[in-house]
């Protein structure tokens, strides 16, 4: 067993049941989703259903060439890559996040809650856009671990007349899925009155392990958003905070990119001495945090002009 940033079992669940921390569920509460609820995600779902074990760690981009090359005789390029003929090996990730006005989903993350969810529009291209496929996202995480349903969007879904205050909504009419992750979000929607917050961009470099191909290692880099989008398709102006992810939350500053590694059991000893020997600084921030973290306004950039430092009134 490889004891990998503190976690000494990272079987699903399993650390935690041992902390004796899940509890008979209440089937007339609203906290049917934690912690025991999240359990019965583990029945087989359809495709769309993931769940697994996530660490992210801070990567310094001098270290990734070396980083990639140290791991290389243990990996391959993202399969889905391959089949796809074009001969990349990294993409584009766009997501839009919803959250309510005062920033719950943002303020769960920021005050280390146990369990927390979030709620995305996410594609695989540049920008939104109407000719292309997108997924709406219900991303949930317990402790390290991961659990994620999506919705499949085809293209056409997103139209320019969509208002931006009802678009969640919109798209979940369009869609017409009526499952448990459709339900789901329409709850989270009722409940929060979610809206557009940030849209998050960032390039993707994608490896699986040759021996487990459930074992991704990706490195996110380019990271770049912005703050309560004036528009969702087409090209939006976007703000590169690659220099600025890492300041005030480690103490560190440069330039890094997000390691994540993805697994639905353990970690293999080859990719534990490789983080060890670049002595790799583990985060538990999401992009979405760094990105709201850099880029929301603070109080005194809010007010309006005529309460400016002198200004005549």
């Known amino acids: ?46 495709p769309l259903h993931f769940q697994r074990i996530e660490l992210k760690y801070f990567l310094p981009y001098r270290w990734i060439e070396h980083f990639v090359e140290r791991i290389s005789p243990f990996t391959e390029i993202d399969p889905y890559l391959v089949r796809e003929g074009r001969g990349r090996t990294r993409y584009p990730v766009t997501s839009l996040y919803f959250d309510s006005w005062d920033l719950q989903a943002w303020r769960e993350k920021e005050d280390g809650q146990f369990f927390r969810r979030k709620v995305r ?36 879904v997103l139209r320019e007349d969509m208002p931006e205050t009802s678009l969640m909504r919109d798209v979940l009419d369009v869609a017409g899925e009526r ?61 590169s905070i690659d220099n600025i ?14 390691l994540e590694i993805k697994s639905n059991n353990i970690f293999p000893a080859w990719l534990h001495r490789a983080i060890q ?9 999401s992009k979405y945090y760094l990105v709201v973290l850099a880029l929301r306004p603070t109080l005194g950039e809010d007010c309006d002009e005529r309460f400016a430092v002198g200004s005549e009134v």
Not at 129 to 142: G, M, N, Q, T, V
Request: with cysteine; charged share 25%; aromatic share 8%.
């Open 179 to 239: 499952d448990a992750t459709s339900m789901e979000a329409h709850l989270m929607l009722g409940w929060l009155n979610l809206r557009p917050t940030a849209i998050v961009r960032y390039q993707r470099l994608a490896l699986t392990a040759r021996e487990d191909r459930n074992i991704r290692i990706t490195v996110d880099h380019h990271l770049q958003g912005t703050w309560r989008p004036p528009s969702i398709l087409g090209t939006v102006p976007l703000r």
């Open 277 to 285: 020997e670049l002595e790799l600084s583990r985060t538990a921030y």
């Open 121 to 156: 529009l996410r594609t695989y291209e540049e920008e939104f856009s109407h000719a292309d496929p997108c997924f709406l996202e219900i991303k949930r995480r317990l402790d390290a671990v991961v659990l994620k349903d999506r919705i499949r969007l085809p293209a056409g």
């Open 1 to 46: 067993m490889v004891k990998v940033g503190g976690i000494q079992s990272l079987r699903p669940f399993e650390r935690v049941r041992r902390a004796g921390r899940f509890r008979q569920a209440d089937p007339t509460s609203d906290a049917s989703f934690y912690p025991v609820g999240a359990e019965r995600r583990t029945a087989i779902r359809p």
């Open 245 to 258: 992810n890492a300041t005030g939350t480690t103490g560190i500053s440069g330039k890094y990119a997000i």
